[in-house]
């Protein structure tokens, strides 16, 4: 058995359970072993009921008198329980836990830990998590842990006593674990996984994480060097910069450049006119003007006589930018076609472009199915990037109609990459920022409401201003998510809305509908004959609308930062005042994120809050990281980050001498594909 054998080849895994674990995602032994410990636990650290004080408590004793309690309030009730030992006794509850008062057997010891407190005019233990004290004397003498236990998040039936057990049989094989990286002292990964999964204290614990949260960056880092390395020796279609052209194009714009878009577009420019493909991505908040950066590249790639292609990823979007192009492009001869699920003549406008008929195609997902060619696709943008799997951004680059030659890429994004993940998991990519907004955009004032509140205080506000015939968009959750009592439901918000602004114009739109359907409500909202568009998620990215000026946000605690922060920039996009409102279901302290939205307007601060709050796998899509999320290393470790840098680049510039670093080789592989951009 090594670290790559399949699970059934553990002594005590069978076909049953190798299927069952496989399904959590676990196939080797090795995505096992890196199963690592949620947190740990020091059952030594008890103290006797006559000794607690408020505050986090472990007591080892027996529970009594355990019954439940139902209060009026429907759904909800409270089981009570008198956790005793030798030196006293003290209430334990749980809230909306039933099961609880079976699931415990009198007769027994458990660790009971939680927070000890006065709460409900009494002294308590709210919710403590209960162990069987023998299993877990037997499992520290077993493994001679002394006490000190690892706690592995359960996966379905598989919960830590298991991973307890399991870790426990794999003790020889992870002790000695084969070295992995050239770059570290040999053993000392051994060493680490060793002390991750069996530690005595909490200091062997900090010992692990660094060599792991090393391994981690390192790979990372080491993937996206090879990556950079790997398009370094591709080639492209040159399509060469010409003063005057670029000229023609800026001048023919209805208004001025901003700094950081020139800087951007000279960036762009400079890469297309290379032979070696471009790799970069363009970050740039809400409405800082992204399109336009994109059209002065079409522009030149169109002078050189070459094909672009806009992918986008909503109909809505791509018809969006079809129109706005067609705009900035279309007096200047680029001819454009869209290409949609619901384009009526796709086999005619397929064959011009193959035949090269067309230079701009804008379109979802059906210009990257296979029976779409191109005559000569030598620039490729993919608008809002993080809505693309990596597959999909690969097909599009095999569509040059050229064998020999890669497009150049730009991907854009407006949920900015932080600078800590530009630097490990982008490093192959050149970055193009724009930080500022076109001059004359009013601020967004963002406020948090209570849905209990919307009546008196909001209500009134959207009448006046649909009277002043300005457009609100009017955001709830999936559709399909209805089944959660909290969230609020397209259709049914519209029948509300209707009774409350029976003069209105009220319509809905979401992810399900035709594209069709959904083309003529946006077309409609554009031209303003909607006043209330209520809406999923799927207005999030890019439509721009200047005539809304308030977007309403329900349930909005269940949204992500970067999220809520694309919805709000649908409005400040003209230059009347734009309100955003968050309602969430909880009245009182408003959540720590909604806070930093109402307090900040800038969407790199936000990513960066976002990014420490819930990892980059949350924020950056499972589509394109896979399971990314890094398990150890935290971004802001600039030191490691720094070491594992330095020593990626030195095995980058000799990768011979990492094949016989068979393993590593592998997991290099894997973080290629999830990290690049072609
Ligand atoms: P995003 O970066 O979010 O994709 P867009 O490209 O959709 O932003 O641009 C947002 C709006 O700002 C568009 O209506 C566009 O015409 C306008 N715009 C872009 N650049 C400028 C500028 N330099 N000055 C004024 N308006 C601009
Ligand atoms: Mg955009």
Redesign the pocket.
Known sequence: MNFFSPLEEIKGIGPKTAAALNRHGFKTVKDLIYYFPRAYEDYKKTTKIADIVPGKVMIRGKIRNLHVQYTKRRNFNVTIGEVYDETGSVKAVWYNQPYRAKAFDENKEYYFTGEYGFRFNRYQIATPSAVVADDIDDMSEEKGTNGFQPIYSSKGSYDSAWFNRFFNKLRNEIALAPDLLPTAEPGARADALYNIHFPEKAEDVEEAKKYLGYEELFELILAAKLNRNENSKLRAEICPFKAENTKRFVNS??????DA?RVATWDILKDLGEPVPMNRLLQ?????????VAAAAIYQAYKAGKQSAILAPTAVLASQHAK?LQKMLGPLGVKIALLIGATKNKTLIKNQIVKGKVDLIIGTHAIITDDTQFHNLAFAVI?EQHRFGVMQRQKLLLKTGDKETSPHLLA?T?TPIPRSLQLTIFGDLDVST?SEL???RTPIDTKIMCELEMKEKLYPVLAEKIKKKEQIYWICRLIEETGRSVSTNVKEEATKLKMIFPTANIEYLHGRMKPEEKDDIMRRFSNGEIDILVSTTVVEV?V?V?NATEIVIRDAEDFGLAQLHQLR?RVG?GTKPSECYLITTKSGEPNKRLAELQHSTDGFYLAEIDLKLRGPGEIYGKLQHGEMNLKIAKLTDTKVIARAQKDAEKVAENPENMVKYEELNCEIKKYQQLTTLN
């Open positions: 714009l209805p208004f001025k450049l901003t878009q740039g908040d809400v409405g800082s003007g992204k399109t336009v706005n608008d854009m407006a724009i076109p001059k004359g890019g721009d200047p920039g996009r």
